[in-house]
């Protein structure tokens, strides 16, 4: 059973880069489709993207002049960047499959503050 | 892209069914059978209930349910159990090949 681990640093300052890694366990970073979705406190679920095991992307609209991933088949791990980021992005992140249209399973999420 | 939308709230007593609905466009829910649900405990990773509007994966409950109508998709919880009191999240594909959430319901057993 494929198991998703999220890590990173969990505080960043204003204007700089968010980089997250999620870990696989249990199988390929090649043979699903992945997804980073976010949750600010108290709030609810936003997809911010996807990435093929091609490497092709999709972005949420409102995330996608700031975002992007990459997957590290070395690694069997992929990774989110959010650049710019302000107090908005503040959230617990998780990364998940989305391969069948779904999500599952999902990662145990990642809290990131952003403060200077 | 718009967040679907969801009741803020719905309760119900233990035993009982209640409904959860998720109100998209003909270009997200209305558009394909590719609506998916989420139950959310506090503190917790969602985990999916249903998928495809109305398949369960393994494991889950029959108590739950999915359907879809139009541009509107539907989760029942029938038997109303202490356990299901949390947050629920449909989500669908979109035409623009992306996800979208709806904005999240609150279940509370009375």
């Known amino acids: 059973q494929v198991q998703l681990q999220e890590s990173g640093p969990g505080l960043v300052k204003p204007s700089e880069t968010l980089s997250l890694t999620c870990t696989v366990s249990?199988?390929?970073?090649?043979?699903?489709?992945w997804s980073w979705i976010r949750q600010p406190a108290g709030k609810g679920l936003e997809w911010i993207g996807r990435?093929?095991?091609?490497?092709?992307?999709d972005y949420n609209p409102s995330l996608k002049s700031r975002v992007s991933m990459s997957v590290d088949r070395s690694k069997n791990q992929f990774s989110l960047n959010v650049k710019s980021v302000t107090a908005a992005d503040t959230a617990v992140y998780f990364c998940?499959?989305?391969?069948?249209?779904?999500?599952?399973?999902w990662g145990q999420g990642t809290l990131v503050t952003v403060s200077s | 892209q718009s967040a679907l939308t969801q009741p803020a709230s719905v309760s119900g007593s233990p035993g009982q069914s209640i409904t959860i609905s998720c109100t998209g466009t003909?270009?997200?829910?209305?558009?394909?059978?590719?609506v998916s649900w989420y139950q959310q405990h506090p503190g917790k990773a969602p985990k999916l209930l249903i998928y495809?509007?109305?398949n369960r994966p393994s494991g889950v409950s029959n108590r739950f349910s999915g359907s879809k109508s139009g541009n509107t998709a539907s989760l029942t919880i029938s038997g109303l159990q202490a356990e299901d009191e949390a947050d629920y999240y449909c989500?669908?594909?979109?035409?623009?090949?992306?996800?979208?959430f709806g904005g999240g319901t609150k279940v509370t057993v009375l």
């Open positions: 998940a499959i989305s391969s069948d249209w779904r999500f599952d399973p």
């Open positions: 249990g199988g390929s970073v090649s043979s699903y489709f």
């Open positions: 990435i093929q095991p091609s490497g092709a992307t």
């Open positions: 003909s270009s997200d829910v209305g558009g394909y059978n590719y």
């Open positions: 495809d509007v109305s």
């Open positions: 989500s669908s594909h979109t035409s623009s090949f992306t996800r979208v």
